[in-house]
């Protein structure tokens, strides 16, 4: 099973910071790694697909990057709206799988 | 516009057995793999499992192998999880997923006594 290590596992950050979330993967994924924004009591929704592509719809803010074993998600500038938790998430094999989750929170 | 409602949700006791569906619309339900994803309440996202676009190819996660079936109906647009021997570990909200993109907005199962 590909394992993911998502980090951190929590941050607090103020409006307008740059924040960058981390994703390893235990084996090569290529690019087939996604991220995800949930906040509370909602469904996911895809912010990033295909390690570094952008939906439509979702602010430009946010950027993806990475192959292989090593991914970051970027919020070039924190939003109100970007309170909330991302999720990372390997489609390459199963079993699928995602990474434990980081928090975002308002400083 | 893309939507999936699922629906089948309920409390059951151990043992038990439930069937959840999917009803999707927007798209062309043929040409995409779907998946089921459960959350435990406050936890994280774990894969279920998956079946391919005609319904000949699926994949379970360990923990559900054996006991949950993936299923669809092309015809009927509507995904199925039939899920048999429920644990209380299995308690969690259930997301209908089309690919990796669009999700439902879940439907709770409860397993207690």
């Known amino acids: 099973d590909i394992q993911m290590t998502q980090s951190p596992s929590s941050l607090s950050a103020s409006l307008g910071d740059r924040v960058i979330i981390t994703c390893r993967t235990s084996?090569?994924?290529?690019?087939?790694l996604h991220w995800y924004q949930q906040k509370p009591g909602k469904a996911p929704k895809l912010l990033i697909y295909?390690?570094?592509s952008l939906p439509n719809g979702v602010p430009s803010r946010f950027s993806g990057s990475g192959s292989g074993t090593e991914f970051t998600l970027t919020i070039s500038s924190l939003q109100p709206d970007d309170f909330a938790t991302y999720y990372c998430?390997?489609?390459?094999?199963?079993?699928?799988?995602f990474g434990g989750g980081t928090k975002v929170e308002i400083k | 516009e893309v939507q999936l409602v699922e629906s089948g949700g309920d409390r059951v006791q151990p043992g038990g057995s439930l069937r959840l569906a999917c009803a999707v619309s927007?798209?062309?339900?043929?040409?995409?793999?779907m998946h089921w994803v459960r959350q435990d309440p406050g936890k994280g996202l774990v894969w279920v499992a998956r079946?391919?676009?005609?319904?000949?190819?699926?994949s379970y996660a360990d923990s559900v192998k054996g006991r949950f079936t993936i299923s669809r109906d092309n015809a009927e647009n509507i995904l199925y999880l039939h899920m048999n021997s429920l644990r209380v570990e299995d308690t969690a909200v259930y997301y209908c997923?089309?690919?990796?993109?669009?999700w439902g907005q879940g439907t709770l199962v409860t397993v207690s006594s």
């Open positions: 997923v089309r690919a990796s993109d669009n």
């Open positions: 927007g798209f062309t339900f043929s040409d995409y793999w």
């Open positions: 079946i391919n676009s005609d319904g000949s190819s699926t």
């Open positions: 084996q090569s994924v290529i690019t087939n």
């Open positions: 295909r390690a570094s």
């Open positions: 998430h390997q489609s390459h094999s199963p079993p699928l799988t």
